[in-house]
């Protein structure tokens, strides 16, 4: 851009998913997600003096329905749709014994959201590794406006922050509306998933939305980040640098 993006009060830092679990050595490991850090760290002391500051985590339980755990003979990152399950019954199927979900459930679901993809054991409630980074929480002293747990319903998926895969309203914009926010610039984890799917429906929400590059990385599964880019754009949502905001 031109010219520095002035904050005021009006405008909200939303860090998607800084955790663990999306980093190196964890259960859905991003390629460099670790390196989103400074600029991360970066943005929070910006907006601790000038805006307002919200998160999202995204934590799970064992037998999730997005777990390939969850299932029997499906390996990470498989699609799973209606096809797929066709030939399954109540009393012969790939579900496992220990899933938080039925057959009954499991089809409802995928006739609403067409296909989900099966994500390794990740941000698993109670563990270290769901929890926000130690290093945004000490630089934050845990301090936040707001922080949504997402993910936590066992019978559907929810990459935005905003509505879960069913397109059910988490009430996070409506938090943010109440406190007055107008502009949302989004960093965190992954770019192609959470942080952008989160963009999309902030934007759709009716604010004017920012999504910090550097901030963020993507899980880049076959044509999802060029995927994600073109409906980024479609939203209106508007791509920027740290340096355009910090300076």
Same mark, same amino acid.
Request: overall charge negative; charged content about 20%.
């Given at each position: ?91 012969? %199927? ?9 057959? !009954?459930?499991?089809? !409802? ?28 929480? %000490? ?39 109440? %406190? ?68």
């Amino acid at each position: 851009m031109d010219q520095k993006i002035e904050i005021g009060e009006r405008d909200a830092l939303l860090h998607v998913d800084v955790q663990a679990t999306f980093m190196p050595g964890g259960g859905l490991a991003v390629a460099d997600g670790d390196k989103i850090l400074p600029a991360v760290l970066a943005l929070q002391a910006h907006f601790d003096t000038r805006g307002q500051i919200y998160c999202t985590l995204d934590q799970h339980p064992y037998g999730h329905i997005s777990l390939a755990s969850s299932y029997v003979g499906l390996a990470p990152y498989a699609q799973l749709d209606l096809k797929a399950i066709a030939g399954w019954t109540s009393k012969k %199927n790939g579900i496992a014994k220990d899933a938080l979900f039925d057959l !009954r459930d499991l089809t !409802r679901y995928l006739r609403e959201v067409g296909s989900q993809t099966l994500w390794p054991d990740h941000g698993i409630a109670g563990s270290v590794e769901a929890d926000m980074h130690p290093a945004l929480w %000490n630089a934050a002293h845990g301090h936040f406006d707001f922080v949504l747990i997402k993910g936590y319903d066992a019978k559907v998926d929810s990459y935005s922050g905003f509505r879960d895969n069913l397109k059910q309203t988490t009430g996070l914009g409506a938090t943010m509306r109440e %406190n007055g926010v107008e502009r949302i610039f989004v960093d965190g984890l992954a770019f192609d998933f959470c942080v952008g799917w989160s963009a999309i429906d902030a934007a759709a929400e009716g604010f004017e939305v920012y999504l910090i590059e550097e901030a963020t990385r993507s899980v880049n599964l076959p044509g999802t980040v060029d995927r994600m880019r073109a409906d980024l754009a479609a939203a209106g949502v508007k791509l920027v640098t740290a340096a355009d905001v910090i300076g």
